[in-house]
């Protein structure tokens, strides 16, 4: 976040604690990625998210205010420290989407596929430091959550209407075997629960993030849960009409053209697209590659008693 976290929240500096969780809640209601897939909307909500992350603490609103601290804390980013320590007022704690520590929130993602989570916690001169600077006489007293993974996944079209298995490299080493589900979205994030880092203590491993991008087809395209397909036809199926064979995401399929089609009309081929979604079909009439005598001499006849003017109907003057 860089800026007014109280402008991201649509608040003035005034605003209570209840007006500040109200504010984020609406946010996140219409502008979390697994509900808004906008760019502009994940913006919204990745500002709000740390805004109310800041605001929700009254230490660190106080120091804030107060100037003692900018607007992302004085932290630093991709670190998360279990709840007691994050909490601790002479302890910086990193940016999340701030939902994970509040049980007032929890409802608003509770049933969300692709949840967001906050960077794990390391332990280190960056992070809490010795467990002895902490108060702690034992190494296992001190309890700290695993670092949370996060991976950018390309996969193909294919993949991703049908689902599949991938497998990723994690950092520390050796392979995860990924199961990708049946219609995940371009942008979709995929949470692999405690398929992150290692955790201290009893202190539970971090979780690994999966953003997902799909490849373009050649052939289809995707709108939802609906697949386009542009069908090149003959000018005698597009005259004479006549059942051809149409690839679908499930094998292909026949389809039957109606007599007299144009280029750009449309057919539906129902439940044929992702998850109960449909294909449509757009006719596309193509010449043959060379035009023969045969049937150069067959349009000459015909013209002569079946002329007809296809532009007759533009507006504009021709």
């Known amino acids: 976040m860089a800026g007014d976290p109280y402008e991201a929240l649509g608040l003035k500096k005034t605003a209570s604690d209840a007006e500040i969780k109200k504010a984020y809640r609406k946010?996140?209601?219409?502008?979390?990625?697994?509900?808004?897939?906008?760019?502009?909307?994940?913006?919204r909500f990745k500002a709000a998210s740390s805004a109310y992350d800041l605001l929700k603490d009254p230490e660190k609103r106080r120091r804030f205010d107060a100037g003692e601290i900018d607007d992302q804390g004085q932290e630093k980013p991709q670190r998360r420290y279990y709840r007691e320590h994050a909490e601790a007022a002479d302890n910086p704690y990193s940016r999340s989407y701030g939902f994970e520590g509040d049980p007032d929130l929890s409802?608003?993602?509770?049933?969300?596929?692709?949840?967001?989570?906050a960077a794990g916690s390391g332990f280190g001169d960056g992070g809490f430091g010795s467990y002895r600077s902490q108060g702690y006489e034992n190494p296992r007293d001190f309890h700290v959550r695993g670092q949370d993974y996060?991976?950018?996944?390309?996969?193909?079209?294919?993949?991703?209407?049908?689902?599949?298995?991938?497998r990723i490299s994690l950092p520390e080493g050796g392979d995860l075997d990924v199961t990708i589900p049946k219609g995940v979205r371009d942008g979709?994030?995929?949470?692999?629960?405690?398929?992150?880092?290692?955790g201290m203590g009893q202190g539970g491993p971090g979780d690994a993030y999966l953003t997902i991008s799909i490849a373009p087809h050649p052939d289809f395209q995707r709108d939802g849960n609906n697949i386009h397909l542009g069908?090149?036809?003959?000018?005698?199926?597009?005259?004479?009409?006549?059942?051809?064979?149409?690839?679908?995401?499930?094998?292909?399929?026949?389809?039957?053209?109606p007599a007299g089609s144009n280029t750009g009309r449309k057919?539906?081929?129902?439940?044929?697209?992702?998850?109960?979604?449909?294909?449509?079909?757009?006719?596309?009439?193509?010449?043959?590659p060379k035009?023969?005598?045969?049937?150069?001499?067959?349009?000459?006849?015909?013209?002569?008693?079946?002329?007809?003017?296809?532009r007759s109907e533009l507006k504009a003057e021709v």
């Open 291 to 310: 035009v023969d005598d045969d049937l150069t001499e067959f349009m000459e006849k015909w013209r002569k008693d079946h002329s007809y003017d296809p």
């Open 231 to 257: 069908l090149p036809i003959t000018i005698y199926e597009a005259a004479l009409g006549g059942k051809v064979r149409v690839p679908t995401i499930d094998g292909t399929v026949n389809l039957t053209i």
């Open 188 to 198: 979709q994030t995929i949470r692999l629960k405690g398929k992150g880092g290692a």
């Open 27 to 43: 946010i996140a209601k219409n502008d979390h990625p697994d509900l808004n897939p906008d760019p502009a909307a994940t913006a």
């Open 107 to 117: 409802d608003v993602f509770s049933d969300l596929f692709g949840r967001r989570g």
């Open 267 to 288: 057919l539906r081929l129902k439940g044929r697209g992702i998850n109960g979604g449909d294909q449509t079909v757009e006719l596309k009439v193509v010449m043959p």
């Open 150 to 166: 996060r991976f950018n996944l390309e996969i193909d079209f294919m993949t991703a209407a049908k689902g599949g298995k991938t």
